[in-house]
């Protein structure tokens, strides 16, 4: 599955250090509990969009915490924990995304 929704998307577009949990990459990670479960709210989006069709779906496998840089934890819970520490992300030259 990881390979699939994660590695081969960072491969085609370019993205580097992202993909793969190894030593030399960012380490970021999405925790999720897959008992947890709840509806898709509206307020979870990030869109112009004032509708969007999925908003009340029904949702198994609910994130609980985002880790970056291999110990930050930067959510938790539904809650933001502390001040932004992303960064822009990389990407190889000869992706889509370079131009």
């Known amino acids: 599955m990881l390979r699939l929704v994660v590695e081969g998307p960072c ?37 112009r969009s004032p509708c969007n069709p999925f908003v009340g779906t029904a949702l198994a496998g609910l994130p609980v915490a985002t880790v970056v840089r291999c110990g930050d934890v930067v959510w938790k819970d539904g809650d933001v924990a502390g001040a932004p520490i992303g960064r822009p992300a990389e990407f190889a030259e000869t992706s889509p995304r370079s131009g």
């Open 11 to 47: 491969r085609v577009y370019g993205l580097l250090d992202k993909g793969l949990v190894r030593a030399g990459n960012d380490g970021d990670l999405v925790l999720v509990d897959p008992t947890r479960r709840g509806e898709l709210e509206a307020e979870w989006l990030e869109s």
